[in-house]
């Protein structure tokens, strides 16, 4: 087996980060969960325990940087060193621009760029120190194409592909590896919005899948540096 991991997962209590935990955890990695919700984390906790792994967890807002920070030192005083941060919590919300919902392309923002950018700024310096590591971000296809309805949110994700593709030119020499997986629909909670009723019958990746690339991509030999994984579902 390859060597256990401790792997911090952002918004690891639903959807993609959940699935994520809990396939790494039946691996034998060690996971440190982030999301806002404590009973929500207390049940992923609670599911990886009964399945035989190991899991702690620490309430994070990631849009909050000294909350961020506190998630990366809670880590580092229970296990010593940090193998990988998943940056992966995120939000959507889908509207046209003339619709001016300017408080959720701030929350967005607040999310979906600063949360990637906190994260980044806690983890740089430890990975720099342990001369490793490796930083995930969950981006989207929507980081690679604009749509209609989705300006907003796909400009959050382009700023993350810009970010990492940064971090990987600047940090590589540290040995730290970069990743961005970026997938079309995923059927996650973000589809329980009655707004999003119109997107129901989309064909959709399941949470499953992506969690199958990231934990590929974490258990690569330390030479191979996997950037970037796109996923699509077949029509
Ligand atoms: N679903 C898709 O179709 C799709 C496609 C491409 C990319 N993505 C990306 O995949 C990532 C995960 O999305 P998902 O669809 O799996 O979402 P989801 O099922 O809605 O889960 C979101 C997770 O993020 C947490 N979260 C939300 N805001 C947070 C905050 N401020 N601080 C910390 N945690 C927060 C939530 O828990 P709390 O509410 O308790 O905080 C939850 O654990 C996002 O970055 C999203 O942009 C999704």
Request: charged share 20%; glycine share 8%.
């Amino acid at each position: 087996m390859e060597q256990a991991k401790t792997i911090i997962i952002t918004g690891a209590t639903s959807g993609i980060g959940q699935a994520t935990a809990l396939l790494a955890a039946s691996h034998g990695h060690r996971v440190v969960l982030a999301a806002r919700k404590e009973a929500d984390l207390q049940a992923t906790a609670a599911a990886i325990h009964q399945a035989g792994g190991q899991a702690i967890f620490k309430v994070t807002d990631v849009s909050n940087r000294d909350e961020v920070q506190a998630l990366i030192d809670f880590a580092l005083a229970e296990y010593g060193r940090i193998d990988v941060l998943d940056l992966n919590a995120g939000v959507m919300s889908f509207a046209p621009m003339n619709e001016i919902r300017v408080d959720e392309w701030e929350r967005m923002i607040d999310i979906n760029v600063k949360g990637v950018l906190y994260g980044l700024a806690s983890a740089i310096p430890v990975m720099e120190k342990q001369r490793g590591g490796q930083i995930i971000a969950t981006d989207s296809t929507a980081g690679h194409q604009v749509g209609q309805n989705n300006t907003v949110y796909a400009s959050t994700k382009f700023s993350v592909r810009a970010i990492m593709d940064g971090v990987r030119a600047e940090e590589a020499g540290a040995h730290i590896r970069t990743m961005m997986v970026s997938p079309a629909f995923v059927k996650t909670g973000f589809f329980a919005d009655q707004r999003n009723a119109n997107l129901e019958s989309v064909p959709k990746l399941r949470p499953e899948d992506i969690a199958a690339s990231v934990v590929f991509a974490i258990e690569q030999p330390a030479n191979v540096d996997i950037n970037e994984i796109v996923l699509r579902p077949t029509l």
